[in-house]
Nanobody, 121 residues
């Protein structure tokens, strides 16, 4: 089995910072993509940032320059540093991993349980 556990959410004032972490554990051979998504009330879940095993990063337009995704491959852990937070960043943030459980195995997608980020104006 594979588990993704997030930490680091909370309440912060506009302009503040938070750092989210996601730790993956279990039967994991390789994580190909580590990502963060978010879902605000009444809205669809959206990609915030992603990083590949080859260190290619991708960001949503409205977080570019404010959020940074990073990873510690040896620990199967990735992070989302969120600076200059705005009220519109308020959402439940989910970590996501596309990973292989064996050398030649297929890729599976796993999700964390979500962590609330609330930004007050």
């Amino acid at each position: 089995q594979v588990q993704l556990v997030e930490s680091g959410g909370g309440l912060v004032h506009s302009g503040g910072s938070l750092r989210l972490a996601c730790a993956a554990s279990g039967s994991i051979f390789k994580i190909n993509i580590m990502a963060w998504y978010r879902q605000a009330p009444g809205k669809a879940r959206e990609l915030v940032a992603a990083v590949t095993s080859g260190d290619t990063t991708n960001y949503a337009d409205d977080v570019k320059g404010r959020f940074t995704i990073s990873k510690d491959t040896a620990k199967n852990t990735w992070y989302l540093q969120m600076n200059s937070l705005k009220p519109e960043d308020t959402a439940v943030y989910y970590c996501n991993a596309d990973l292989q459980r064996g050398v030649d195995g297929p890729t599976f997608r796993y999700w964390g349980q979500g962590t609330q980020v609330a930004v007050s104006s």
